[in-house]
């Protein structure tokens, strides 16, 4: 432990871990300091999909920084980074039309995609279904990492090339800004001391500052999610986002069609009620990643959402699956939840607690695509303030 340092990041996920990547980069001395052995959230508990084609305007530019800032990486330390491409298949005419009309806005945000017949996507994709695709969009930029070690391989990588100090089981219970430098202080009575703080605690509401999150818009989704056995002998590349997806991301909502097609959906069908949209994204030891539903509630009832898994959703999400690819085998090894917090209001949730300790967090579903080239952006802001 350094007797100061420049930064202090609390949690160790992808925001936070990404807010020190950038002020290291910059030669300042920064410590994460994280209440788990490793971290255990949204960041591990994820698809590993970067896919800035899912995004409004604004994010899909943060998005872009985060691929060029993983591709550095990737080129320095190997963090198993695969540009395998993104692409949205389509099940009907509308969502055809959408993808035509999301490909012509990517020509003027000058963002590459290209668009599949549905032979194309065929030939492409093992076992896609002919009845099911009638076309897709793909994005030939975009890449998928492997989330439950991605994040501990860039931690090696800036521990051993940055600089950065990592403090694991790290419980801090209380921040104090006493003028001349901010202080974490650990369950265990440790004191760390730097020029400023940033809080980035995922949907961890309940130790630092309960009161603030309480009192805002921050909700929870808890989404699951399941893997395959290994699929012997079979590829499935990059990430395979379906007409469900199209009808959720925010890009589409770009797109001039975009409301009367969702007008016209059935909002009491269980996708709806549950938020399920089907991904598929094969994990390197050829078993794939199926997902995901969305369950809410506000921070303050956390609680209320529970920890076990809903079978139905399960049950259902397999099924939808299975009328999209024909996988070798949907034998499931592993099944799953992640918990997101996110605005109602806002795109993320930023609250400055004093001019020195900074909270960051409620990213929502954008965290392994926006959080690179948010964080960058941010660390900008803060430090020039």
């Given at each position: 432990?350094?007797?100061?340092?420049?930064?202090?990041?609390?949690?160790?996920?992808?925001?936070?871990?990404?807010?020190?990547?950038?002020?290291?980069?910059?030669?300042?001395?920064?410590?994460?300091?994280?209440?788990?052995?490793?971290?255990?959230?949204?960041?591990?508990?994820?698809?590993?999909?970067?896919?800035?084609?899912?995004?409004?305007?604004?994010?899909?530019?943060?998005?872009?920084?985060?691929?060029?800032?993983?591709?550095?990486?990737?080129?320095?330390?190997?963090?198993?980074?695969?540009?395998?491409?993104?692409?949205?298949?389509?099940?009907?005419?509308?969502?055809?039309?959408?993808?035509?009309?999301?490909?012509?806005?990517?020509?003027?945000?000058?963002?590459?995609s290209n668009l599949l017949t549905k032979e194309q996507c065929l030939n492409k994709y093992d076992g896609l279904r002919a009845d099911y695709c009638k076309g897709g969009l793909f994005f030939p930029q975009e890449v998928t990492v492997e989330p439950s070690t991605m994040i501990h391989k860039l931690h090696q990588f800036m521990t051993a090339?940055?600089?950065?100090?990592?403090?694991?089981?790290?419980?801090?219970?209380?921040t104090q800004d006493l003028n001349d430098e901010v202080i974490a202080r650990t369950a265990a009575g440790e004191v760390y001391k730097a020029s400023k703080i940033i809080i980035c605690n995922g949907s961890d509401f309940k130790i630092l500052y309960p009161e603030i999150y309480n009192n805002s818009d921050l909700i929870v989704s808890k989404?699951?999610?399941?893997?395959?056995?290994?699929?012997?002998?079979?590829?499935?590349?990059?990430?395979?986002?379906?007409?469900?997806?199209?009808?959720?991301?925010?890009?589409?909502?770009?797109?001039?069609?975009?409301?009367?097609?969702?007008?016209?959906?059935?909002?009491?069908?269980?996708?709806?009620?549950?938020?399920?949209?089907?991904?598929?994204?094969?994990?390197?030891?050829?078993?794939?990643?199926?997902?995901?539903?969305?369950?809410?509630?506000?921070?303050?009832?956390?609680?209320?959402?529970?920890?076990?898994?809903?079978?139905?959703?399960?049950?259902?999400?397999?099924?939808?699956?299975?009328?999209?690819?024909?996988?070798?085998?949907?034998?499931?090894?592993?099944?799953?939840?992640?918990?997101?917090?996110?605005?109602?209001?806002?795109?993320?949730?930023?609250?400055?607690?004093?001019?020195?300790?900074?909270?960051?967090?409620?990213?929502?579903?954008?965290?392994?695509?926006?959080?690179?080239?948010?964080?960058?952006?941010?660390?900008?802001?803060?430090?020039?303030?």
């Open positions: 432990m350094k007797e100061k340092y420049d930064l202090i990041i609390i949690g160790a996920g992808v925001l936070g871990t990404f807010h020190a990547y950038h002020a290291l980069k910059k030669g300042m001395s920064v410590a994460i300091l994280e209440k788990s052995s490793k971290p255990e959230g949204a960041t591990v508990r994820n698809f590993g999909q970067v896919v800035p084609s899912g995004m409004d305007r604004k994010w899909q530019n943060f998005g872009k920084e985060s691929l060029k800032i993983y591709k550095d990486i990737q080129s320095q330390f190997e963090i198993n980074l695969r540009q395998n491409g993104t692409v949205y298949l389509a099940s009907n005419e509308e969502e055809m039309q959408l993808i035509e009309e999301l490909h012509q806005i990517n020509i003027s945000n000058d963002y590459e090339n940055l600089g950065l100090d990592l403090f694991v089981n790290t419980t801090v219970v209380e989404l699951q999610m399941l893997q395959t056995k290994p699929q012997n002998n079979y590829r499935l590349d990059g990430s395979i986002l379906t007409g469900l997806t199209i009808r959720r991301y925010e890009s589409f909502e770009e797109c001039k069609s975009y409301q009367t097609i969702k007008a016209k959906e059935n909002p009491d069908s269980f996708e709806k009620k549950y938020g399920v949209h089907i991904l598929f994204k094969q994990a390197l030891d050829g078993s794939v990643i199926l997902g995901d539903s969305h369950e809410y509630a506000p921070a303050k009832d956390i609680d209320s959402l529970g920890f076990d898994l809903n079978m139905d959703i399960d049950h259902f999400m397999i099924e939808e699956a299975k009328k999209i690819i024909d996988l070798p085998t949907y034998e499931i090894q592993n099944r799953w939840f992640g918990m997101y917090s996110q605005c109602k209001t806002k795109d993320i949730f930023e609250y400055t607690v004093d001019q020195n300790i900074h909270i960051i967090t409620g990213i929502g579903g954008k965290g392994m695509t926006g959080s690179a080239g948010f964080a960058k952006h941010n660390i900008d802001m803060i430090f020039n303030a």
